[in-house]
């Protein structure tokens, strides 16, 4: 009987080195996990932005374009995306203008729609006095026959200190209706910033630019073969 007490001794004391061993493990992991739950999650880059903006100017112009019903769809709709130009100086864009158009074309196509990027300069006229974007009477004529209608996606940036902010609208061609609006910040990282000052920027112009009418169907003409 007095032996008793040793042997019970030595019998618990593995079961404690494995209680001690699981608590210990599991402050680790929960310290761990909130560790990683106090991190921030990264800004969306230039994919999740378009998405983001995609996915509202869709839902938007859906209803008011009638898309769902029968004989309307998505593939009915030319979208022609247009290239953003800066706010400030609407005769300039810049290397990440051209890459958030791409995008957004890229997240339009994947909704369902037809979409035609139109590189050339005056596409869209900037109306100086009203400060909004207008169509020409001759942009009508984008709307094609085999097409239900032509949407046309203009932009513009503003870049802040920390982000930089789009705004996009979504204009029916047959009538100069704004069917769909949204903006969207995309964070001002170092990848962001080579972008905008990259060298060069002269050969990458806006889609949107004030100009004459005689002008703008010149420029245009080759679009409307």
Not at 89 to 116: F, T
Not at 127 to 136: A, H, K, P, S, V
Request: proline share 6%; with cysteine.
């Amino acid at each position: 009987m007095k032996n008793s007490a040793p042997h019970r001794h030595r019998a618990f004391a593995p079961a404690c080195a494995a209680i001690f061993a699981a608590t210990c493990l599991a402050v680790l992991l929960a310290s761990a996990t909130a560790t990683a739950k106090s991190q921030p999650p990264p800004p969306p880059r230039y994919p999740e932005v378009a998405m983001a903006l995609a996915d509202d100017l869709d839902r938007q112009a859906a209803p008011r374009l009638g898309i769902g019903f029968p004989d309307n769809s998505r593939g009915l709709y030319w979208v022609v995306v247009t290239v953003p130009a800066q706010e400030d100086n609407l005769e300039a864009s810049s290397g990440l203008g051209r890459l958030m158009a791409q995008e957004l074309s890229c997240a339009l196509v994947a909704k369902g729609y037809n979409v035609q990027e139109i590189r050339k300069a005056s596409e869209i006229v900037y109306d100086r006095n009203q400060g909004e974007f207008i169509l020409t009477r001759d942009t009508r004529a984008l709307a094609r026959r085999h097409v239900t209608a032509t949407l046309v996606v203009a932009a513009t940036y503003t870049v802040l200190p920390g982000e930089v902010r789009f705004n996009v609208e979504v204009m029916d061609a047959r009538n100069n209706n704004i069917v769909a609006m949204s903006s969207r910040s995309l964070a001002k990282t170092q990848e962001v910033a080579a972008l905008l000052g990259r060298s060069g920027l002269s050969a990458v112009g806006p889609t949107v630019s004030t100009v004459d009418t005689a002008s703008f169907q010149r420029e245009l003409f080759p679009y409307l073969r």
